[in-house]
């Protein structure tokens, strides 16, 4: 099927066009859609888990299937409107991280990777699910990030947690804290990996090979 794609802002000058026809399998999605500009396309990187998407002019879920003769708009997030916090059901990337936090003021930059390891408790694992009340999660993760301003207010933090199912070595949640020197941000990247564990709607699912269960807590 063949798809038109609108660009607006800076997305439009990564691409260098204002206007892609796509050639797409009959049951890709939106998130097939995205995820193939971006191999195509690595400027679009940064903004992953942030676009703005609309399906012939309505708001749409990225697991809508497309159609053919469909109209596709993506917008990068609008001035004063980036919350550098999301939650994405596709492969994490630090680079977006890193590019909302660096900048010419920053003298020092950390950042913190969680990854899906093959033993929990004794178990071994095969997989993971990650499950989130999405609204109220990214709520969260914006006041873990007010709270860090507070805290340090020269910091700059960003967060960005996944969900769905995960393998072993996939990154379930990556942050990134810079400041101008190192204390602050050390001090920011592990005050929001543990305020996160504590606040935030997510929850973990391990498929072991002795069975699958939830994990209340997670270390």
């Known amino acids: ?18 206007q892609l026809e796509l050639e797409l399998p009959a049951d890709a999605t939106l998130a097939e859609l995205i995820a193939r500009l971006e191999r195509e396309h690595e400027l679009l990187v940064r903004y992953r888990g942030r676009l703005l998407v609309s399906l012939n002019e309505e708001r749409a879920a990225l697991e809508t299937q497309l159609g053919d003769g469909d ?8 001035s004063g409107g980036s919350d550098r916090s999301w939650i994405d ?16 003021e920053m ?23 990650y499950e ?4 109220m999660a990214e709520r969260e993760l914006r006041n873990i990030r007010d709270e860090a301003a507070a805290r340090w207010p020269q910091a700059r933090l960003a967060i960005a947690h996944r969900v769905g199912r995960l393998a072993i070595g ?15 941000a050390f001090e920011a990247c592990r005050f929001a990996i ?9 929850w973990k699912k391990e498929f072991a090979t002795s069975g699958a269960y939830w994990v209340e807590e997670n270390p």
């Open 1 to 18: 099927m063949r798809v038109r794609v609108l660009l607006f802002a800076a997305l439009r000058e990564a691409v260098g066009q204002k």
């Open 71 to 78: 109209e596709v708009a993506l917008l990068p997030p609008v």
């Open 89 to 104: 059901t596709r492969p994490l990337s630090m680079d977006a991280l890193l590019a909302e936090v660096t900048g010419p």
């Open 107 to 129: 003298g020092g930059v950390v950042t913190f990777t969680g990854i899906v390891r093959n033993e929990a408790r004794g178990a071994e694992i095969d997989h993971l699910e």
């Open 132 to 135: 989130a009340y999405a609204p």
């Open 170 to 184: 996939e990154a379930a949640v990556m942050i990134a804290a810079a400041a101008p020197h190192r204390p602050e």
């Open 194 to 202: 543990d305020r996160l564990k504590q606040t935030v709607p997510i």
